[in-house]
């Protein structure tokens, strides 16, 4: 029984190698990005993590002020906002600064109206075609789960010490280094008409966003600093809640459940000692 035991651990333990090397290879052979996201500092990071109210407001803002021009956010509610510690009467407020198509009336056809917390955050677009017809061929994807669909892979062994640390930044790292690394393109290296070169991309060496950002182009009501840093790093935060708002509650109900399991099993263990005290072994 002992042999076989060790025969199915090895062969777990080599289809995890195989797998992992796998991964790195991909990675590899693929060349993008060609510089490895930067490892940012997140609130919500580790098994204890939590929000950062003021970094998901502020994130949000940049998102109104300048993302949502051209990505939308189909799969958020305006009521959703509650978690980031708007009021009732704020949500209200921000909702009706959107207008939302609706209907048909009692004439059988579709109107606008302003948009109310139940109502879902609208695309600047109607359609695909549309989005593509305005930004020259490229479609700008919805930002949603952005942060969970830009994760790119760490290979082999690093991701075996994510699952030990908890770690679940990869997309919001990526999304920061991505907004924080546009540059001139290198000496030789040739970039096509309407695209940026940015060795963060993940899907080539040059992608058709232009820098979006620049200093103090969104006002911060809280005294922090109006940079491309801090706007890329809060608007990363943002995108990591709406991709999975549920995150902190997580890993705290997880947390939970390994304290419970090593408790339960510890009283296992005192029961089996107590039970079989008196047998002979």
């Known amino acids: 029984m002992t042999n076989m035991f060790s025969k199915l651990m090895g062969i777990a333990a080599g289809a995890l190698v195989a797998i992992g090397l796998t991964a790195g290879a991909s990675f590899a052979a693929s060349g993008y990005p ?3 996201p930067r490892n940012a500092e997140w609130s919500f990071a580790g098994p204890f993590g939590t929000w950062d109210q003021g970094a998901l407001q502020r994130g949000f803002k940049v998102y109104r002020e300048v993302c949502s021009a051209c990505h939308g956010m189909k799969l958020i509610y305006f009521r959703d906002l509650a978690d980031l510690g708007y009021s009732e009467d704020q949500i209200k407020a921000i909702a009706a600064e959107y207008e939302v198509q609706d209907g048909p009336n009692e004439d ?6 302003p948009a109310r917390a139940a109502d879902r955050i609208p695309s600047p677009y109607s359609n695909v075609a549309e989005s593509r017809a305005a930004n020259g061929g490229a479609y700008p994807p919805d930002l949603s789960l952005i942060a969970k669909a830009r994760a790119p892979e760490r290979g082999f062994p690093t991701f075996i010490f994510d699952i030990l640390t908890m770690y679940a930044e990869n997309g919001p790292d990526y999304i920061y280094s ?3 690394g546009y540059k001139e393109a290198p000496e ?3 970039i096509l008409d309407g695209l940026y070169y940015n060795p963060y991309f993940v899907a080539g060496k040059a992608l058709a966003m232009a820098n979006p950002l620049s200093d103090d182009i969104v006002d911060y009501d809280d005294g922090t600093p109006q940079t491309v840093e801090q706007y890329s790093k ?3 935060h943002f995108l990591m ?9 997580r890993k705290r109900q997880g947390f939970v459940v390994l304290l419970f399991l ?6 296992l263990y005192f029961t089996k000692k107590k039970i079989w005290a008196n047998v002979q072994h």
Do not use: H, Q
Request: hydrophobic share 50%.
């Open 34 to 36: 060609i510089n490895k």
């Open 108 to 113: 059988g056809e579709m109107f606008e109206r």
């Open 178 to 180: 991505l907004l924080t």
């Open 188 to 190: 030789g290296e040739e």
């Open 234 to 236: 809060d608007v990363s």
């Open 241 to 249: 809640w709406a991709a999975e708002p549920g995150l902190v509650d």
């Open 262 to 267: 090593l408790i339960f099993a510890g009283l």
